[in-house]
C-alpha cells in the first residue's frame, strides 16, 4: 500500500464532463488499494474524508504548503491529472524526493489551438514544454495507446488506463487475433463492438470513426454495433 498525494486544481463535485469523471473514477479505484489524499477544489460526499481543499496560494507559498504535506503525510507519490499544473509536481520532487505521476487525457495544446485561444507560435512552445516537463516523472498514465505511442520517445513508463468502458462487458475478440474480415461474416467470432468517449469537436476525431462505421457498413465487411 503506497500513500499518495492526488492534487489538481479541479472541482470534482458533481462531475459531468468526461476529464472531471475520468479523474474521479481513477481515484476511487486508487482508494481500493491505496492510502489516498485528495487535494482539489471540491469532491463527492464518497471520498470526503480523504479529501482536503485546494489552498488559495500562489508562488513560494503553494509549494511551501505542500513539500510540508507531502512531509507530514510522508507521502510516497504525488499524482496530478492533465497538463495544466505540470510543474508542482516536479518542485516538489526536486525538493523531497517523492515520486510523481500524471493522468493524461489529450492534447491540450492541440484543443486551445482548436478552439482558438492560442496560436501556431505558442501552441509550439506549449507541446515542447509539456514534453520537456514529461521527461522528470516517474509514470504517466494516458487515456489510449495512440497517446502512449505520441509520447513514447519522451518517457518509457506509461501505461494505458482506459476510463470509459470495461472490455470484459464485450465478448468480442482482441483485434489481433483477428486475420481477416471473412472470419467475422463465417460467424465465426461475435459482433464486433464500435465505442467512442469524448465529445463531439473536430478535434476528437468523431466523425473519422462515424466515417468508418459507415463504410464498414455499406460494404458489408462485418456485423457490428
Given at each position: 500500500?503506497k ?6 486544481r479541479?472541482?470534482?463535485k ?7 469523471l475520468?479523474?474521479y ?13 485528495i487535494?482539489?477544489?471540491g ?13 488559495k496560494?500562489g508562488g ?20 496530478t491529472a492533465t ?17 510523481i ?14 478552439k482558438g ?23 504517466i498514465f ?7 505511442d ?7 513508463n506509461i501505461v494505458?488506463?482506459?476510463g ?9 475478440p ?29 478535434y ?12 464498414i457498413k ?8
Amino acid at each position: 500500500m503506497k500513500k499518495i498525494l492526488f492534487i489538481c486544481r479541479v472541482d470534482l463535485k458533481n462531475p459531468v464532463r468526461g476529464t472531471p469523471l475520468r479523474i474521479y473514477n481513477i481515484l476511487r479505484q486508487i482508494k481500493k488499494r491505496h492510502d489516498l489524499l485528495i487535494c482539489a477544489e471540491g469532491i463527492e460526499d464518497e471520498l470526503m474524508d480523504q479529501f482536503i481543499s485546494y489552498p488559495k496560494l500562489g508562488g513560494s507559498k503553494k509549494i511551501k504548503f505542500f513539500l510540508n504535506l507531502v512531509k507530514a503525510r510522508n507521502i510516497d507519490i504525488v499524482l496530478t491529472a492533465t497538463e495544466v499544473g505540470i510543474k508542482l509536481p516536479i518542485i516538489l520532487k526536486f525538493f523531497s524526493n517523492v515520486k510523481i505521476a500524471i493522468d493524461l487525457h489529450g492534447l491540450y495544446a492541440e484543443e486551445r489551438y482548436f478552439k482558438g485561444t492560442i496560436g501556431w507560435v505558442k501552441k509550439f512552445f506549449y507541446e515542447q514544454m509539456v514534453k520537456f516537463y514529461l521527461r522528470f516523472h516517474d509514470l504517466i498514465f494516458v487515456v489510449s495507446g495512440k497517446l502512449k505511442d505520441y509520447y513514447k520517445n519522451i518517457n518509457s513508463n506509461i501505461v494505458v488506463i482506459y476510463g470509459g468502458y470495461n472490455p470484459e462487458e464485450f465478448n468480442t475478440p482482441h483485434l489481433s487475433s483477428l486475420t481477416s474480415g471473412e472470419e467475422l461474416k463465417e460467424g465465426k467470432n461475435s459482433v464486433f463492438t464500435i465505442g467512442y468517449m469524448g465529445n463531439t469537436r473536430n478535434y476528437q476525431g468523431l466523425d473519422f470513426m462515424l466515417e468508418a462505421a459507415s463504410q464498414i457498413k455499406q460494404k458489408n465487411l462485418f456485423p457490428f454495433r
